[in-house]
């Protein structure tokens, strides 16, 4: 489903001309993670889990190295390939992403919109997945009019609401509450039971402990650990 | 049920709704005066071509005297041979006060006082091949120091004059076009930059190119059109005073100011006109799609 091999990212200055490369924020990472698996990323701040799971979601491109998504190599496809890849896989942004001027309702409903789905369709997935994020009342609401939290749920059902293959999810809960992470963690393994391979960045250990699953570890570019 | 948001990229808000029509209506504005002009000068031209080509003035010097037969005057002599010559019709010996007229600015009222030596003068009609040089051989025969001369060359002149107008139309719709081309562009890109978070976004979520392309295209489209539909609404009543003014060259002359006006535009024009939006929407619609696809490609 996923295999990283000998990957590495080197982000280029833009101050000091074409071709000028800072230091490697990736540095020779391999791991593979079966269809259907499901791992935490983990590792301090600046150690390149973002920057890994952009690669995953094709935001990035590695300077070196090859990387599978789903069977295709990633640096081999095509433009329009790449954006039928990406609409299967579900991405939980850090900074949540969604677009101020759409109402949550439409900031769901845009990968389905996006993917030509019958209105019907889209209505009927939109509402009930906000309704099981605990937003049916706030369908009508734009991101600003919106808490943390709520926009951080908004984002995770824009993530899950075409029933990704894929999901990733970069720091999905650090605007929840326990009780709506738990709620976010029962919907993430009720899709990976179902078959969606998920890869989810976190500091929180305790809710690494409370779902225990395979550990992607990281630190300064590298693979610490793979479990 | 939220109602569907049909414009993700928030186009309205981005693409100014007033700057890019505005300046569409200018360049359809001048895009129809280049275009007015080409078909005028064209139809106008063929007038005058027809008209110039195929008159014919014949001087006869010294008309009374005897022609090389001894037989008639050299008038006489003239007279009858045009009158058997192919190609010339309508033969008119103009009378000594039409004479006197065309001389007036020159001589004054009564050129014959003068006792100058003048000419008689023949108009008629040329129809035969040619510039009709042989037409002042034939005659010199029996009159000689006859002059014949067509409009041919006048003609000719007048073809290429008009040839040059319609170059010159053609290079102000050209540059007309790629300004307009260039105004989409801007346009396009200032839009980009402005929303080029909920691009990246959009984009991430699987949009293909084409998707982002067309949305920007359809909005610049739309303004491009209504841009240009305004400006060939606005050049409308400047062409048809125009056409009043050039009434006396091309129109009946008993029609009033706006029928003069009406019945002075080229009959293309009318089809030419709508045709502009139609470019208009075009060049916006292929300006907008290349720049965005341009600057997509800058995404991974």
């Excluded at chain 2, 008159?55 to 010097?61: D, G």
């Amino acid at each position: 489903m996923i295999r990283f091999d000998d990957v590495w990212l080197k982000y280029r200055h833009q101050d000091r001309g074409p071709g000028a490369l800072a230091r490697d924020v990736l540095r020779g990472v391999d791991f593979k993670i079966p269809e259907g698996g499901f791992r935490w990323l983990t590792g301090p701040s600046g150690a390149g889990k973002t920057t890994l799971l952009k690669l995953i979601y094709l935001a990035e491109h590695p300077t070196q190295g090859r990387i599978d998504i789903m069977g295709t190599h990633a640096a081999r496809i095509s433009r329009r390939d790449a954006a039928l890849l990406r609409r299967r896989i579900g991405v939980v942004y850090q900074d949540f992403r969604l677009l101020a001027h759409l109402s949550a309702y439409d900031n769901v409903a845009l990968p389905m919109r996006l993917a030509r789905r019958a209105e019907h369709q889209v209505h009927a997935d939109v509402t009930e997945i906000l309704r099981w994020v605990g937003l049916a009342n706030r369908l009508g609401a734009l991101p600003d009019e919106l808490s943390g939290g709520e926009q951080q749920r908004v984002a995770i059902a824009r993530a899950v609401v075409g029933r990704p293959k894929l999901l990733v999810a970069d720091e999905p809960t650090g605007n929840l509450d326990d009780e709506q992470a738990g709620r976010l963690m029962t919907l993430i393994t009720a899709l990976n039971r179902l078959g969606t391979t998920v890869i989810v960045a976190t500091h929180n250990h305790a809710l690494v402990s409370a779902y225990p699953a395979p550990l992607l570890e990281m630190a300064e570019g590298r693979l610490t650990a793979h479990g | 049920m939220a109602k569907r948001h049909t414009d993700p990229l928030g186009l309205h808000s981005v693409l100014e709704d007033w700057m890019l029509p505005v300046l569409v209506a200018a360049m359809s504005f001048l895009a129809a005066l280049a275009v007015a002009g080409a078909l005028a000068s064209t139809v106008l031209a063929a007038q005058w071509q027809n008209d110039t080509a195929a008159a014919l003035t014949i001087q006869v010097p010294q008309p009374g005297a005897p022609d090389a037969t001894g037989n008639a005057t050299r008038l006489a002599a003239v007279q009858a041979a045009l009158q058997t010559m192919p190609g010339v019709s309508s033969p008119r010996l103009l009378s000594a006060d039409a004479l006197n007229r065309l001389l007036a600015p020159w001589l004054g009222t009564d050129a014959a006082a003068l006792g100058l030596p003048l000419p008689a003068v023949i108009t008629a009609t040329w129809n035969g091949p040619g510039p009709g040089d042989a037409i002042a051989a034939a005659l010199n025969k029996p009159a000689p120091g006859t002059l014949a001369q067509t409009g041919v060359q006048w003609a000719a002149r007048v073809t290429a004059l008009t040839g040059s107008l319609q170059t010159c139309a053609a290079a102000v719709l050209v540059i007309v076009a790629l300004v307009g081309g260039a105004l989409v562009a801007l346009a396009t890109r200032a839009g980009l930059a402005q929303r080029r978070e909920t691009i990246e976004i959009i984009h991430g979520l699987g949009a293909q190119d084409g998707d982002i392309a067309s949305r920007f295209a359809s909005r610049a489209t739309a303004l491009a059109v209504t841009g240009a539909a305004a400006g060939a609404l606005l050049a409308l009543p400047v062409l048809l005073w125009l056409a009043a003014l050039a009434a006396p060259f091309s129109g009946p002359p008993q029609l009033s100011g706006l029928q003069h006006g009406l019945a002075g535009l080229p009959p293309a024009l009318w089809t030419a006109l709508p045709c502009l939006p139609l470019a208009a929407a075009v060049i916006g619609w292929s300006s907008a799609q290349l720049t965005v696809r341009g600057w997509l490609r800058k995404l991974v």
